[in-house]
């Protein structure tokens, strides 16, 4: 260890800490790892946290290594040491006092946070990190746990399967009020799905609780769930979607997640179909979405054919939106799957005019003429 470290640390000299500054950097790089394991020896001691002389000795240290880290770009070198310390802060009381000051150990904590998760984009120093980092969050510092998740995030964006273990903490963190963590769900929920759909329904309650993009963190972990294609997932995100549609500002990643449901699980959205028609009724340029959705419900089975077909053959006629197209394929492709509706003319009916309006005429007539005939044979059933 560098003999101004050696001096400083061993005799905890005040005095000389500040000419720690005036070393280059790169003369005290190979002493970095020694100098924190004997600031982990002193920030230990019992009488710590009342030593204002030792406090003082250690914070400029601190700073003075983590800047050299920084500056010399050697933290995975010295990476093991660092987290070392950091995890020992973990053993003493980091809550702040009654003036919001923070506690000895929480400076530590903090400054070497910073230094450490900084390299968000290195792996190996991660993997060291991330198990402590996560224990930092429910140790009652607010500020703390805040920039924490803020570097959490960042992980989660390069190195999601580094915190996937460490799914529940993290969701419990967020049912406790840190909802900042959420952008973190959509990255680990892939590895650790169950981790989360064990407390899906108590992270949806916290939706009218949240700030905007917060809201738009736990739809993208919806629409994450969405496409695994659990029934569980299903039964529990539908009622909430539609029960959050007329909420303007998400209504599109709200569609988007329907619609992905509706590809696999299109009878959970039977019972919808009205709200979602009242809705394309007031916003007409919804109704792409609406048309895949009821498309895909209509495909269930003749029943719910029928029921679907007049809502996307009246939109056909409406010319106050630029989705006839795909109106009019989803309406071909119910009615090829159950030909008996329209009879052996359907082809005819839609080759028949260039005019979305005169298809959508030629169709009402057919559907209800196949609905009297329906009703006819329904009379004939019962008579008999």
Known sequence: MHQLFRLVLGQKNLSRAGDLFSLDDSEIEDSLTEALEQIKIISSSSDYQTNSNDQAVVEICVTRITTAIRETESIER???????????????????????????HAKIASDIMSCILQNYDRPPVM?????????????????????????????????????????EVIVKSILQGNAMLLRVLPAVYEKQPQAINRRLTELLALMSRLEQPEQYHLLRLLHVAAKTKQPEMVQKCVPFLIGHLQDSTHTDVILSILTEIAGYAPEALNSSLPVLKEM??????????????????GHVDEERARSCLPFLVSQLANMEHSFHHILLLEIKSITDAFSSILGPQSRDIFRMSNSFTAIAKLLTQQLETAKARSGRSGCLGDSS
């Open 280 to 297: 394309a009724e007031r916003r007409p340029y919804l109704i792409g979405q609406m048309a895949r959705i009821y498309g895909a419900v």
């Open 78 to 104: 010295h990476a093991k040491a660092l987290v070392g310390l950091w995890d020992s802060c973990l053993e003493h009381n980091l809550r702040p006092s009654g003036k919001d000051e923070d506690t000895p």
């Open 127 to 167: 993997a060291l990190a991330i198990p402590i980092a996560v224990k930092f969050l429910h140790r009652g510092n607010k500020e703390l746990c805040r920039n924490m998740s803020n570097y959490l995030s960042l992980v989660a964006i390069t190195k999601a399967d580094l915190l996937a273990d460490h799914t």
